[in-house]
């Protein structure tokens, strides 16, 4: 069944205004949420960043959505560590949290000192910290030796039903990887004709029949100016290629890497309209290439007017079967 979520942006907004956004966003007839898993944001402009998994507890008890997050085991988290917050969320909360699995950025994992690794090197550390995972939430005692270090882990306490661990992939190529291994993939937006291709290679890798999300980067305000100075302020250091945004090191620098950015270039990765009509004409066409959870992420700081308005005009349609099958 499609869900339509609201998308936690804890670079943007402090914990405790995002957990009202969730409940509001409930109560207006969003049926998921997501939440990002950073330590800096992206720009000092944002200038937030909350510990993402003291605060889904939280949007867990709050609402009675279902919630999942990105996180990069292995350098800033000991995977042995996500496999119990995980667990112990997926106990508390059966079949409503699910993890996506992915290789970082050096924003978030450079804090640690370690070398940030090429990104052959991440995949392969991603893998290995999978596999700890998925042993120990199946009741092994894990001991492990290579890209990272395990020694006699036990988890005691596992959730009756696993939470689904997707693969979290922006390219083409990661996508076809972690068909290989992961429950279901998480993308974000991006060109209907570059999607389409990291869909189809996921399925090509082995994600035939796997469920997949994505992430829907956009900006809705009360006029088309607004929206997109808006996305423009908040998000114009964003858009790079993948390959250069896991590389740089600290929110500077992509501020100043967005002083290069000029608005045609933001309207490329990020749906930029006043209209809810439009809106919902680009979230068909992603329901259409297979998707069956949308996380919505208004990228500007506008959010009120964002649930309220979605709610009304967009949810009621996109969440009927009968459109949502067209």
């Not at 997707?166 to 974000?188: C, H, M, P, Q, R």
């Not at 082995?206 to 607004?226: C, D, F, I, R």
């Amino acid at each position: 069944m499609l869900k339509i979520g609201y998308h936690a942006s804890h670079e943007q907004f402090k914990p405790s205004t995002l957990l009202d956004y969730v409940q509001r966003a409930q109560q207006a007839g969003f049926t998921a949420g997501s939440s990002s898993d950073h330590f800096h944001p992206w720009s000092n402009r944002q200038g937030e960043s909350g510990f993402a998994w003291s605060w889904l507890g939280a949007a867990l008890q709050a609402t009675s959505l279902s919630f999942g997050v990105v996180n990069a085991p292995g350098q800033r988290y000991h995977p042995a560590i996500i496999a119990q917050a995980a667990a112990t969320l997926a106990d508390m909360f059966p079949e409503r949290f699910w993890v996506a699995m992915g290789t970082g950025q050096a924003l978030n994992e450079a804090i640690t000192g370690d070398k940030w690794p090429a990104k052959a090197d991440r995949n392969a550390r991603l893998k290995e910290c999978v596999d700890i995972i998925r042993a120990l939430w199946d009741g092994e005692t894990v001991t492990h030796k290579g890209l990272v270090t395990v020694e006699e882990a036990t988890l005691y306490t596992r959730p009756a039903v696993k939470p689904l661990l997707f693969g979290a992939a922006v390219t083409s190529k990661t996508a076809e990887w972690v068909g290989s291994w992961a429950d279901g993939l998480l993308t974000i937006s991006q060109p209907l004709d570059q999607l389409r291709e990291v869909v189809d290679a996921f399925r090509r890798g082995g994600g035939v029949g796997k469920p997949m999300h994505l992430k829907v980067q956009l900006s809705y305000a009360n006029t088309l100016e607004s929206a997109r100075a808006g996305a423009y302020d908040q998000w114009r250091g964003n858009i790079f290629p993948n390959g250069m945004l896991t590389d740089l090191r600290r929110p500077e620098q992509f501020d100043m890497a967005g002083e290069l950015v000029n608005l045609a270039e933001v309207d490329k990765m990020v749906n930029i309209s006043a209209n809810t009509s439009q809106h919902m004409a680009w979230l068909q066409g992603y329901i259409d290439l297979g998707f069956e959870q949308l996380f919505l992420h208004n990228v500007n700081l506008e959010h009120e007017r964002f649930i309220d308005d979605f709610g009304q005009y967009v949810l009621p349609d996109l969440l009927r079967p009968s459109y949502a099958s067209l």
